[in-house]
């Protein structure tokens, strides 16, 4: 009988064209199902709950799979890693309930996008935070953030590239939290739109140097055009830190 | 009229076979000559306070070169970022005394050895951290590590390759940090042996795992024998943080 298994996955993005396999491409998505092929000499191709840009880390994304295999459900993990690359670590595994899908399944994302604050960049965090030479106000930066927590039209924040229809999403919370010289925007919510969070970080940034007034975000909130928030900001700063999935019945674990 | 100039040089030594250049191998003092001398037409060779080893990073090493350019001290770190590769980074530069030598002043240098210390590595520090499996007491460690402070014959945490006759150094202070699964062993002293930072940090580390009590410290010093000390701990998790000098007449800086 098939079980289904969900793994909760770490990766250094930086040598990867994102989550989601491509023809030709290295992919996280492309490692795990090279990994779990060959474990369990099956075709396997997991499902993940987020897909990741190119350059961008996780440290909680989820991915499941299908096997006819008996190896118990927390096994996965010691033999997976010993197949995955180095800059993907499988920090779990588990046997889930068939019908399970991490996409279906209502949940709290965090993301956090950490800027390196300072004159010169920091060559040991250049791969996991984007280096702002000018001065940030954290204060200004807070106050915009406020205006982006609720239910919102995201469409400003959102690439014109997508193609989801409704772009009505809710913000927890977005955080921002200095620690000497590095700044992290933590942003918690029940969904994101494509570059949403970078897009957020972009405009966050713009209002910390001073270029954007922090009471001009409800106006680009209400504009619903995309050319009125700041740029997409770089992908090494952004990390997918967690999905946590509320009690709904379609995720009841076994 | 030749000018001395001093850099504070910050690097990400994954990519290096350390800082001292040696023929046909990738170093970080190779990529500051290489850098310096296509910058002012002259053949440049800069002098390293701290010849660290293969795979261990830097915030604050310095190099000093004599010039007879007239670029102002200050300017150089902006020129030289502009030639080096990403992972080297000058973070200052002041022109000094013409009798100033790194090597030759009074100085407290600052090394960090950090360890993760968790069921499973992590992707996004494994290039700046060791990874350590079994859980570590840091309360056994901080007992070991105070046996280290003050001055004693540090043989038995020194390489054997070393070439250096007198082993007698002094040890400011050794502080273990445990934030969350990151532990910090922050090392300051006058000057160190080769090796040593990492065999106090393999030492802490058995120290810590339960497998070497705090008390045998003593012991293995009073030794003078290499053997006798725990393992010399990978240099993915060395940093040498900062070397300030003492206010003695030879460091005096215009």
């Known amino acids: 009988m098939s079980r289904r298994i969900k793994l909760i996955v770490a990766y250094d993005g930086t040598g990867y064209c994102g989550w989601q396999v491509q023809p030709g491409k290295k992919t996280v998505e492309g490692e795990l199902n090279k990994a779990l092929s060959s474990l ?19 440290l909680g994304n989820i991915a499941v799979f299908d096997t006819e295999s008996r190896i118990p459900g927390e096994k996965f993990s010691y033999a997976l890693n010993q197949r995955l690359p180095e800059d993907i670590v499988v920090r779990e595994s588990l046997e889930v309930a068939a019908d399970y899908h991490p ?16 004159t010169f960049p ?3 965090n250049r791969r996991y935070a984007t280096f702002v030479y000018t001065p940030l106000d954290v204060e200004r930066m807070a106050a915009a953030a406020e205006y982006l927590e609720g239910e919102h039209d995201f469409t400003s924040f959102c690439s014109v590239a997508t193609q989801v229809e409704n772009k009505v999403r809710t913000v ?11 700044i992290t ?12 969070v970078r897009i ?11 270029a954007m007034e922090p009471e001009r975000i409800p106006e680009i909130l209400a504009a619903m055009d995309r050319q009125k928030a700041g740029p997409t900001a770089p992908p090494e700063g952004l990390t997918l830190v967690s999905i946590v999935h509320e009690n709904n019945e379609q995720c009841i674990v076994r």
Chains 1, 2 share one sequence.
């Open 40 to 58: 369990l000499h099956e075709d396997i191709s997991v499902i993940g709950a987020s897909r990741t840009d190119s350059g961008v880390h996780g």
């Open 103 to 118: 996409r279906k399944c209502s949940s709290t994302k965090t993301y956090e996008y950490r800027i390196w604050n300072d």
């Open 122 to 124: 920091n060559p040991l």
């Open 172 to 182: 927890y919370s977005v955080e921002v939290i200095r620690d000497g010289k590095m």
């Open 185 to 196: 925007l933590r942003v918690k919510g029940s969904g994101f739109l494509y570059n949403m």
């Open 200 to 210: 957020i970080a972009g405009t966050l940034i713009k209002v910390g140097q001073g």
